[in-house]
């Protein structure tokens, strides 16, 4: 069956560092790909999406890459805030499936 | 605003007992999901549903239940089959179950402890 994988947290950076959360996937077809962020507490919010091969889903800031030949979907981010710290989840669509499958998350911890 | 609902914030649940996790969602939205979260473990799927009076078992279905009556309303009751419910409970929908470029919208979760 479909399956996310992502690198195991946390990943602790000091504020402006470059960020790079890793994102693999496995499934058949042409899946939907989305990256998700949740503080302390709440729910989940969408950060970002890519519906197809080299497409670049991008929101303040973060950007990730669909890349089908190597099936990932990483995350990235330039420069980070200590607001950034948070759990991020990547998690996939697939063509004629219904359900949203999610990674075990990766934990932010930027400090100061 | 448009959004999704879960009420309570925090519940609590003696041993034995049955609970009900309520969610609303005012997005006109067709599908609805009930995941659970428990610390390290990321989100497992319990119960989905595709359409009104329509639903199905997810990865970890044992020991709840679900109802969809109403397009907007997904209640999920968790049983005293339910071996070890503390964990947090979140909701979500998405516009149509089979159109996989729409992405899900969540609540802010209810959290249930067993005392």
């Known amino acids: 069956g479909d399956s996310v994988t992502q690198m195991e947290g946390p990943v602790t950076l000091s504020e402006e560092a470059f960020l790079t959360i890793n994102c693999t996937y496995t499934a058949t077809g042409y899946p939907s790909l989305f990256w998700y962020v949740q503080y302390p507490g709440e729910g989940l919010q969408l950060l970002l999406k890519?519906?197809?091969?080299?497409d670049k889903g991008s929101n303040k800031g973060f950007e990730a890459t669909y890349r089908k030949e190597t099936t990932s979907f990483h995350l990235e981010k330039g420069s980070v805030q200590v607001s950034d710290s948070a759990v991020y989840f990547c998690a996939l669509v697939n063509t004629g499936f219904q359900k949203l499958v999610f990674g075990t998350g990766t934990r932010l911890l930027v400090s100061p | 605003d448009g959004g999704i609902t879960q009420s309570p914030k925090y519940l609590f649940r003696k041993e034995g007992q049955n609970v009900t996790l309520s969610c609303e969602q005012n997005?006109?939205?067709?599908?609805m999901y009930w995941y659970r979260q428990d610390p390290g473990q990321g989100l497992r799927l319990i119960y989905y549903s595709q359409i009104v009076n329509d639903f199905q078992k997810g990865d970890i279905a044992e020991g709840y239940s679900v109802s969809r009556e109403k397009k907007e309303s997904f209640p999920l009751t968790v049983t005293s089959a339910q071996k070890n419910p503390t964990a947090f409970y979140l909701c979500?929908?998405?516009?149509?179950?089979?159109?996989?470029?729409?992405?899900?919208?969540f609540g802010q979760g209810t959290r249930l402890t067993v005392v």
């Open positions: 979500a929908s998405r516009r149509e179950a089979g159109a996989p470029n729409t992405e899900a919208f």
């Open positions: 890519a519906t197809k091969a080299d």
């Open positions: 997005l006109n939205h067709d599908a």
